[in-house]
Every structure is written in structure tokens, then in C-alpha cells.
């Protein structure tokens, strides 16, 4: 037993704990339980060059909600995944067990990059993967050949658990980072890759929402384009979803807005607005001088000299429609929030020749640069703000709690609900492992020359 109580039984094959989605809840009506906690086969990496992460903090954000959800109206997005199957993308953990791994090394603190392509689950690389681009592998729905431990059921385990299977070149080091810093990296990644769905073409921004993946996008906005103007606008929900919202909650738990108003400025939000979507196109006419015309027939406006770009990270209806309103023509909304079946007048798409950039996922940027590199050398810079984020923390028993404030969101405060896992790894070993070995340049992750060499300097720093 070592002073930090990290000797522990042997538990080769050991259960873990997990949460577990049985059923697809569309299916299933109204019936709960969404996830149950129960003990699971440990998961065994299933061919060279995968490991079993245990991780120590593991985000619920949107597309977790939505497989939990039987409203239709917020589809899961990706390729589906097997079921039974243990939710959460969201992961900073520590290397647990690897089998024929280049660099990850027991013991080891990574991110993991939720993007398994071709080449990891032992398919001929397809289009996409060859592209850089696993998050659109062709080969997403097929089973893998090397096994259901890289299909994401319950094989593969997930992150709402005590262990979750990944390949190497799905590990990012998180030397440097804080886990409360590294378990943002996928909503990093995201709001990065829905900044860079952007083609720049003038300056003025809007972006609409306000949880963590639009604070993450207005920092990343505030990194890419630092001259970029950038006007939030929090409330553009219709009436139905604020109202379904409202009842919910006990009249306590009022929004602080000026709170809220605060940090998405801190973050490098210009101005924060909310109201009605009329409200919302009056202010940012006066604000650009932009010409309000009516379209007879239609109550809104649509604003001639509007914004150059919106980031729409709500994608509801009224989210999108807005954003095509507040638009000059030629420009570009991009829809990073998980849009369903929205019923839209979508005139001003073909008449204003708008452009709609969908984003969704993360990969590699136009540049050619792996988003995940980004993500590491912003979280690995202090004056990146992402220390504010992470507001709430549950064990895994207190599930129940632990989804119902990450649904709720800004209404009780909430930005980014995370489990913590135990803090007792269940494989005995020796922490020492952990601090001695240098990184072999030949064999480390695929990262920006910049970013490999912050990799190498941390390591000498001894962080
Ligand atoms: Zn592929």
C-alpha cells in the first residue's frame, strides 16, 4: 500500500461500476429508468495498441442528454452504438492497462479524443479517415472486425464508469493540464471546430446560447480572431421549450443573469443580450446601422447590412430562424447545436444566398492541424479561460441528480456537470512508473511541432 493508497486488490478481473443505458429511451415511451448503476465486465482492450482508461472526471453534455432523452426532437448524433451501453464522451483519465501501446504507458493522465476511424477498429481506411477525418468515418456503423470492444456498447465501456476502452492515437497527454481543464476537451474541440466551419468574411458575430459549448466558442472566437466582434444573444428559444423549462424548476432557482451576462463577457462576449427575437434584430440593426425589411406577410424583420456570421449553438427553430434573420446577405450561420426536425421559412437561405455550415464533431481543421492539438495547447495555457466551467461534481450513484442539473443548465447554474470517478485505480501498481520515463519522440501522439514541443518542455519541468 503506498501512502496515497494507489496498491489496491487485484482486480484483473474485477467488475466495474458503470452506468448503463439498457434501451433506446425512444422506444421505450415514458418509461424510466434512463441508466441504471450496476457492475460490468471489466473492459479488455481488444487488440494492440488499446488501453483501458480509468477516468477521473467524465463530462454529460448534449448528445449524452439526447440518448437518454425520448424526445425525438433531440436526435443522438453520430453513428448509432450498440445498446447496451455506458454513455459519456467526456473523458480525463489515467491510463489503467495497455496492451502493445507505442507511448501510453500505465499510469499515464490523458485526454481521450472520442474519434475511433478505420485504422483503430482495423478496417481499410475509408475516404474520410484518409482525410484526417474519423469523426466522419464511412465505416462508423459497421462492426469492427477487431471486436465489440471498439463498437462503444458495453464492451468498450464508457465514461459514466470505472473504465472505458481507447485506442493510442485517441489519448492526448494531459501533462499540464488540470482534470478540471482537461474533461472540457471535447466541448474545446467542438466549439474550435464550429469557429473554423466559419470562413471569415468580415467581422461582426453573433452567437446564440449560452452553455458550455458557446462560452468555449466565444473563447475560441476570442483566440482565432482577436478583432472579431462578438454579440451573445442567450435567449432566442420559442416559447414551447422555455415554457416546458419553467415548470420544472422551483421558483429559488431564477436565473442570475447578470451573473450569467458577466462570465460569457469575461470570456470575450462584447455584449450580452436576451429577449424576444424581435427585440434581439432590433438591438443589432441599431447597433450596425443595419436596415430593418418586412417581407409582407412576415412579423420579423430581416436585417439588410446584418452580421457577417452566427454560431448557433442551440439549433432549435427559433435559434436558426433568428440567425437568418440577424444575417447580411452572403453570410454564413453555422449550426453547432443539435438541430432535429425544425419547421422553418427558409426563404432568406436561397434568396440571400446564406450559407449554413453544419458542425457537429471534430477532427482535423482546414489547415491540416488535429483539433485535439489545439485543444491541448490552449488548456495547457493558463490565460485560456476554462477554470470557471465545471460547476457541479456527483459521484456515479447520484446519477439521477447529476443528469436532471446538467438538463436544467443555466436555470440552476449549471455550465458543465462532470462524474467523478474513485480516485483508487483496481489493478495493483507502483505510481513511480508514472514520472521517470522520457517521451519517445518517434513514438509520441500526432500533434502540432508546437504542441510536442510543450509536450517535451512539461516533461522536463517535471509538470
Ligand atoms: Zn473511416
Redesign the pocket.
Known sequence: MTPDGLTVLDGGDAPIRALVLDADPARRGDAPPLVQLRDIARPIPPAPGWALIRPTLAGINARDLALLSSDRTLPPMGAPRPLPMVPGSEVVGVVEEVNGTRWAREGQRVLVEPNA???I?G?P??????AGE?E?????DRPSVIGPGADGGLASGGGWSEGVLAHEEMLIPADGISDQRGVLGVSLAAAIHAVLRWNRRGDRVAVIGSGTTTRLVIAALRRLHPDVDITVMVDARGPQRTGRRRRKLPAHLAVDESSVARALECLGAARVWRGSPAQLLDRTAELLGARRMIVAGDDLPVLDRGLDAVIDCRGTAASVALGMRLLRSGATIVVAGRAGRLELDWSALWSRELTIAGSGGFGREPAGWRTFAAVREWLTDASFPADSLVTHRYQLDAFSTAIATAAAGEAVGAVKVVFEAPSAPFRQRRLAVDTELPVDDTAAPMLLAATAARVRRDDEGGG
Do not use: D
Not at 481506411?125 to 484518409?130: D, E, G, K, V
Open positions: 476511424g478505420c485504422m477498429r478496417f481506411t475509408c475516404a474520410r479517415c484518409a474519423a466522419l468515418c464511412e465505416n462508423r
